[in-house]
């Protein structure tokens, strides 16, 4: 299994040769999802509703009980999707690949650099995408703009370490993870390294991460964003 998304108490899973599963009402449920690709990412606008992508090109959509594997025109890899209700669906993959849903099909452009591949999509509540990958990449597309522009941060490292996963509260409070401890945070004007606890996590390679405010005392005002990964990452 490769990734995990869920929306209004369903969870679903997808994985391995276009393995796919829902949690609901207490039990798992297998798809059956048509893909026979490796799905490698999913996100879900509504507990019945959810998009998968990964190898090859492959775009599986969910809905209602039924699967419908769609043609984004590709056949590289697509490693990150990002689905809203009501707001908009968007794919990131290799190549600095990002694909947009309009109502005639995938938009596609080039977001960055073609020898770095997309990992992961987020947005922010005022409508700014930032997109994560390899080679240290970051790019943002600010609310009310169609323009992507490329991030500078403060990782010294040569090439830039390799980032997989995105995700924040606002657009002034956005966090990136990835390879070897990276953990870069934006404050609305700069993105900047985060200090990393060790000795376990300080080189850990994270993978995903979410917000899980849930585990802060509702009293303190604080809040918790969790990254996992190999190497010790939590």
């Known amino acids: 299994l490769f990734s995990v998304g869920g929306s209004g108490g369903a969870v679903y899973v997808v994985g391995a040769g276009g393995t796919a599963f829902r949690w609901q009402d207490g039990a798992w449920e ?16 509504s507990p019945d509703e959810c998009w998968a ?13 039924a699967w419908e594997l769609q043609d984004a025109g590709v056949t590289w890899d697509m490693f990150g999707v990002l689905s809203e209700e009501n707001v908009g669906t968007w794919i990131v993959g290799a190549f600095g690949s990002l694909f947009e849903l309009s109502e005639s099909g995938w938009d596609s452009s080039q977001i960055a650099g073609s020898v770095s591949s997309m ?8 409508g700014t ?8 990449t970051v790019v943002m597309r600010k609310s009310g703009s169609t323009r992507w522009e490329q ?13 997989y996963a995105v995700t924040g ?13 990276s953990i870069l945070h934006f404050d ?41 990964g190999t190497g010790g990452g939590h």
């Open 151 to 163: 991030q500078l941060t403060n990782d010294t490292w040569e090439p830039g370490r390799d980032l």
């Open 188 to 228: 609305g004007t700069r993105w900047e390294l985060a200090t990393v606890a060790g000795p376990s996590t300080v080189l850990a390679d994270f993978r995903g991460t979410c917000i899980a405010d849930w585990l802060s005392d509702p009293g303190s005002g604080a809040g918790f964003i969790v990254a996992g």
């Open 53 to 65: 992508v990964g190898r090859g090109g492959t775009v599986a959509h969910y809905l209602d009980g």
């Open 129 to 136: 995408l930032v997109a994560v990958g390899t080679r240290g």
């Open 119 to 126: 990992k992961d999509i987020y947005r922010a509540p005022d």
């Open 30 to 45: 297998d798809l059956d999802c048509p893909a026979t690709k490796d799905l490698l990412s999913v996100s879900c606008p």
């Open 169 to 181: 509260r606002s657009s002034t409070d956005m966090w990136a993870f990835g390879d070897s401890g």
